[in-house]
């Protein structure tokens, strides 16, 4: 089977590591295009005008500009179609490469939980998550400075309050959002928590547990494909 979809990724990016997650859990034949959100540099080593030349990365310009005038990643572009928003991408892919249907559930009444999840997590997972990570670790290093830590515990305030209600209300007595079958919903989440784990945000018990029970569900990828980012932040923390 002729491969026609596409990801343009960087797995430092949290929702670009799920993307590429799913399709190899799935099987999905693709390609992966690496647009480097760091320009090729050396985060931890950047310094002055070199820093903002590395947060400057290829996602800025052409060509990739030409698929996505927002210039964001990931972007998914399965012949003629171009979805430029990641929660959009993870739901075509599944929908259309999945013959499981397992993980975006036919059923309405379960695919709605996966949903619920997809729209609650911009504004409280993945913005805290990346808050954190972005202010604690990617720009202290890019720009040799000390983190504003007020910003820091803000977000941290924030995390825990997230943690809570995710395992909560998402999870409550099951394994995974649905119940006993992971989604792309799980598969979003655990990449969004990896983010602030990496940055020596510690974790509660019950997100660790989730993470494993993720990962046990997606195989040896799943390390592999963290590994980039969880080198970069050491490296920054340094």
Known sequence: MTATLKIFVDHLSQPARALSLLCRAINAPHHEKHIQLLKGKDASNARGKEAEVAVGGEHLRKPFTDINPFKKIPVVQDGDIVLLESCA???????????????????????????????????NTRAHGMGYFR?????????????????????????????????????????????????????????????????????????????????????????EVHTYMRQLAKKCLA
């Open 89 to 123: 991408g993870l739901r075509f892919i599944a929908s259309k490469y999945d013959a499981s249907g397992v993980w975006y559930p036919g059923k309405v009444e379960v695919r709605s939980k996966v949903d619920e999840y997809l729209d609650w997590q911009h504004l």
């Open 135 to 223: 202010n604690k670790v990617l720009m202290p290093s890019l720009k040799k400075c000390e983190p504003d830590m007020a910003v820091v515990r803000e977000h941290e305030k924030e995390l825990q309050r997230v943690e809570r209600q995710f395992a909560r209300y998402f999870l409550g007595p099951t394994p995974f959002i649905t119940g006993d079958q992971v989604t792309i919903g799980d598969l979003l989440a655990a990449c969004e928590f990896e983010q602030p784990l990496a940055g020596g945000y510690n974790l509660s018990p019950p997100i660790r547990e989730f993470i494993t029970r993720v990962k046990e569900k997606v195989g040896p990828d799943y390390d």
